[in-house]
């Protein structure tokens, strides 16, 4: 069974960058495809963007491109999110989460599970 | 992008009564609609996907339908666990969008 760790809380100042990772445990990262979805405080749910093994390529919102990164160190099953030019709208809970796969199927951008969830503040 | 309208914002129920709950696509998404739950303080929970099919352990007073851009999430007999806020979510194409949620408390 799949499972995903995210990294601690972070506090960070505006203009400043954050990396956010999400560990993986009960399956290759080679073969998931792991997303990023955020929350702001008493919002709703926004997906950021992701990485696709199978193309090796990285797709992400257009409203975070420039600034997003996802990458992926396989060693360690760890794929690691980092988010640039930080403003307190970036305030929020991000999640990771990978496609959702019943039996030997698995159905690519239906999200299950998740990670735990990492608040990251963005305040002066 | 594609825009999901959930509706109504807030729907309050008693236990044991049945809740629906809409989301309306900005375009034909055919059946590439998928329904999370979220309860405060957790990460969401995959409920339906490809509109009409409930993800693994679901029970069975869940149920979506729809295609095209009307979508209904369906929950019969509710239960005092199923009081939470309730997403859709497409993947038709990029970029994946959410609808706002519909948040479904006790009455």
């Known amino acids: 069974q799949v499972q995903l760790v995210q990294s601690g809380a972070e506090v960070k100042k505006p203009g400043a960058s954050v990396k956010v990772s999400c560990q993986v445990s009960?399956?290759?990262?080679?073969?998931?495809?792991i997303h990023w979805v955020r929350q702001a405080p008493g919002k709703g749910l926004e997906w950021m963007g992701g990485?696709?093994?199978?193309?090796?390529?990285?797709i992400s919102s257009q409203k975070f491109q420039g600034r997003l990164t996802v990458t992926v160190d396989t060693s360690s099953d760890t794929t690691y999110m980092e988010l640039t030019s930080l403003t307190s709208d970036d305030t929020a809970v991000y999640y990771c989460?990978?496609?959702?796969?019943?039996?030997?199927?698995?159905?690519?951008?239906?999200?299950?599970?998740w990670g735990q969830g990492t608040l990251v503040t963005v305040s002066s | 992008d594609i825009v999901l309208t959930q509706s109504p914002a807030t729907l309050s129920l008693s236990s044991g009564e049945r809740a629906t709950l809409s989301c309306r696509a900005s375009?034909?998404?055919?059946?590439?609609l998928a329904w999370y739950q979220q309860k405060p303080g957790q990460a969401p929970r995959l409920l339906i996907f490809?509109?009409?099919h409930r993800a693994t352990a679901i029970p069975a007073r869940f149920s979506g339908s729809g295609s095209g851009a009307d979508f209904t999430l369906t929950i019969s007999n509710l239960g005092p666990e199923d009081f939470a806020v309730y997403y859709c979510?497409?993947?038709?194409?990029?970029?994946?969008?959410f609808g706002g949620g519909t948040r479904v408390e006790i009455k």
């Open positions: 989460a990978t496609h959702y796969c019943s039996g030997d199927r698995c159905f690519a951008n239906y999200f299950d599970p």
């Open positions: 009960g399956y290759s990262l080679i073969e998931l495809s």
């Open positions: 990485f696709d093994p199978e193309d090796g390529e990285s």
């Open positions: 375009q034909s998404i055919g059946t590439s």
């Open positions: 490809d509109a009409s």
């Open positions: 979510q497409h993947r038709n194409n990029w970029p994946l969008t």
